[in-house]
């Protein structure tokens, strides 16, 4: 089990620097955000992975909050980009 | 390796293969819209494989259900997110890449 989270760890880390890519070469503002909020999203799974290789109930308070704030943040500032145009 | 450690080990590397389609995707295609597609259909669907495989893994039953607490808010919340943001963008003026065929939303009175 301990391998298998090895190698899922390191596709995970392989897939958030890839978001980190998109949000640094990103075209417009709303190319960042989705990047953000794909990073968040592999974030999330990163840390269940975490809690399901050390077996501790830590992590879960912190993958709930993560996803909904993860959520609340794409609503505010994609409300923000209507008014200001995403250049 | 029981029977519930092959289940669970096969969801979190499916999960995490969708979660890298989604992020190679995010870098591959040329226009908001098509990365869109990419970066919230597949990310969290891989996610939604990841966390239940991490459940089964957990010791207690009520450390699933958080994970399930996990899932079920992503699953509402992540298509409203993606058209929040693909309005915001269309309504901004974002453009097109040159290999959309039709803009439907163009014609249509209060589109752009």
Known sequence: ?87 | MSPLDVISAALLLAGVALNLLGAVGLNRFDDVFARMHAATKATTLGMVFVLTGAALQMSHLGDAFKMMLVIVPQLITAPVGAHMISRAAYRSGTELSDKTAIDELAEHPHGR
């Open chain 1, 1 to 87: 089990m301990i391998a298998v989270t090895n190698v899922a760890l390191a596709t995970i880390t392989l897939s958030g620097l890839l978001c980190m890519v998109r949000l640094l070469r990103g075209g417009s503002l709303a190319d960042r955000i989705i990047a953000l909020d794909t990073l968040l999203v592999v974030i999330v799974s990163g840390v269940g992975i975490l809690a399901a290789r050390n077996n501790s109930p830590i992590f879960l308070d912190m993958i709930v909050l993560a996803a909904l704030l993860g959520f609340v943040s794409t609503v505010t500032v994609a409300r923000y980009i209507e008014k200001r145009g995403a250049r």
